[in-house]
């Protein structure tokens, strides 16, 4: 029998493979990074994540060096060609995960970023110009073929886009929601800093649907919509994309193009996320528009998910069944994402002037002076979490511990939080079960208004905290979060969800 070279094999070094590959790493299990490309590629693609996502990375090591990087967003704005608002959503400030609630950046400064912490990780290993031609599997391991090596490992994760060689290697099917649009995506890199009001807008025009977003700190991104009588090869060229800048008074003079490409906006699904063990993330599992800027966020969620579980499963404190409630868990929220973004795309994507003036007076008459918050994505009803507790799969806010945020203080992992200042009644046992997962038991003092008001609105005085910040359960006193943990325990040992109820 082969002896195995790594815990995970990761194919492709992206955002989502390498957040990937640093959680596993940083909890110390082998980790080998198969990418097909000699060198990082060094153009823009996605330019957007949310609060959530932020804590995420966070989690990996590069909060300080994160916030160098990115252009909190504020509102997003939605004209139609006469400049009437049609939509305006989005939030100014901090979000409940201690981050701007959407930051703009360039990816890749942030792909810098994440290689440079894997790279420091003595567990990762990052292999460049490999390009994976064969996954074969065995009982207890996979095998990784690509010309001239081979790399066995216990789990392989294809992280490998929406052209995944892993998910065909695997003959994981896709489910095609049968959307698709051209457009022309063009960044820009500004002679000189200009004020856009607002940073994000939609331009609802049937002569043009057009994007104009921030592509973080110094660039611009514009997106601008196929119309059906124009050829792709017309519409992706240079000289066209300076041609459709120049109404927005972005020329040679003033500008450096930095990318011009036409994409195929999708919706789409992998049928299956996981063949023993081989499973899927990021694009390689789901596709989405990037009009609620959502695409690279489910990646990172994905492997925010997986990493723990994958860790607890390698670390013998899980059965591999733990595995299925990845996709489990992690599809119902793609789906949402998917359908969001596309029934955003369905508004803006109209090219017919009739159909454009029904939709504008339409929605111009339920806008307000006060921008609408973000549809929330679903929390977690399925899976490992504390079935009948309203709070469970929902996600937990950090908390600022004297000036610091909750995550560099305490670290990310199992947490048991609570705003009652004596824990002396929690069951020994239980508590020392759930140290041996990497569990720890804090309690707030109260001071941080973010906590306060969390623990205030909803009634609860303990939560148990998953390593991806999703609550697993709640209680109102201590012997209910001692049940919480051997709920827990019980759990992870068969992953069949425990049902006690509301509290």
Known sequence: MRTVDCDVAIVGAGPVGLVLAILLGQRGHSV?????????????????????????????????????????????EWRNAAGTVLLRFGRHGDGSSGWPTSSMFCQPELEALLARRAEALDSVEVMRGVEVTAVDQTDDHAVIGAAGTTVAARYVVGCDGANSTVRGLAHLGVNDLGFFYDWLIVDVVLDEQREFDPLNLQVCDPARPTTAVSGGPGRRRWEFMRLPDESLDRLNSESRAWELLADWDVTPDNARLERHAVYTFQARHAERWRDRRVLLAGDAAHQMPPFAGQGMCAGVRDAANLAWKLGHVLAGVADDTLLDTYEQERLPHALRAIEFSRSLGEVICVPDVAAAAARDEAMAAGVSDEASDVPDLPGVDVGLVRVGDPHAGGLFVQATVDGALFDDVHGAGWRLVTIDPDGADLDAAATERFAAIGGLVVALDGSDTVAAGWFADTGIRWVVQRPDFRIYGTSVDAGGASELLDDLHAQLASATPIDRGPE
Do not use: K, M, T
């Not at 949310?50 to 590069?62: M, S």
């Open 32 to 76: 080998v990074v198969l990418e097909r490309w000699s060198a990082p590629y060094g153009l823009p693609r996605a330019v957007h994540f949310d609060h959530e996502v932020g804590r995420i990375l966070q989690a990996c090591g590069i909060g300080d060096e994160l916030r160098s990087i990115i252009e909190p967003a504020g509102i997003y």
